[in-house]
């Protein structure tokens, strides 16, 4: 675990290594389609010699598959503009690796300012359910300009910008200069 964690020598003094190393653990087994493990460490002390033996017992989960993902949050923007963002889709395995990858890209579309994907238990022990809660932000842009110039005379600029027309993710500009 030291390379995945980068380990300090002296960090092994703060009991949040064993805290960062069952989340490593668990999103190693994550991007192996394993969504709900459960990782416990057993200490066993060595007083005499001032060490201590941790081992990481780690009970397997059986694969589990996408059941239904759910979008919350979404008053203007479309489900299918996130969905297409999306790397899993219903029934696939699920791929923690791809739920951080389509948090990512949904992210980078500029339409929210909070993306949070939720994993809950399905109908069945193999089955799980991704609730998208996402927090819209403005994608509108209005421009106003006014100016002098001593050969033109008065100038007038307005510009407007849409990111996210009609929710369905398409880009417009319109300006108008007099």
């Given amino acids: 675990l ?3 964690l980068d380990v300090q020598e002296g960090d092994f003094y703060d009991a949040t290594v064993v805290d960062r190393s069952i989340e ?3 999103f190693a087994a994550g991007t192996r389609g394993f969504v709900f493990v459960d990782i416990s460490p057993r ?3 060595d007083v005499e010699n001032r060490l201590i033996e941790l081992t990481f017992t780690i009970n397997e989960a059986p694969r589990v598959y996408v059941e239904r993902i759910n979008i919350i949050g979404n008053a203007r923007t479309r489900d299918e503009v996130i969905r297409r963002e999306f790397r899993l889709a219903e029934g696939d395995a ?3 690796v791809l739920s951080d990858r389509s948090r990512t890209r949904i992210r980078t579309l500029g339409f929210f300012s909070n993306v949070v994907i939720q994993e809950e238990p399905g109908s069945a022990l193999d089955r799980t359910v991704l609730t998208v809660a996402v927090t819209e932000q403005p ?3 209005l421009s106003l300009g006014a100016g002098f110039s001593n050969i033109q005379g008065m100038l007038l600029d307005f510009a407007y ?3 996210n027309l009609f929710g369905r993710g398409q880009y417009l500009r319109s300006s108008v200069s007099i």
């Fill in 24 to 26: 490593a653990l668990t």
């Fill in 139 to 141: 994608t509108g842009e």
């Fill in 161 to 163: 910008t849409e990111r």
């Fill in 94 to 96: 699920f791929n923690r």
């Fill in 2 to 4: 030291r390379p995945l």
């Fill in 43 to 45: 200490v066993v002390r």
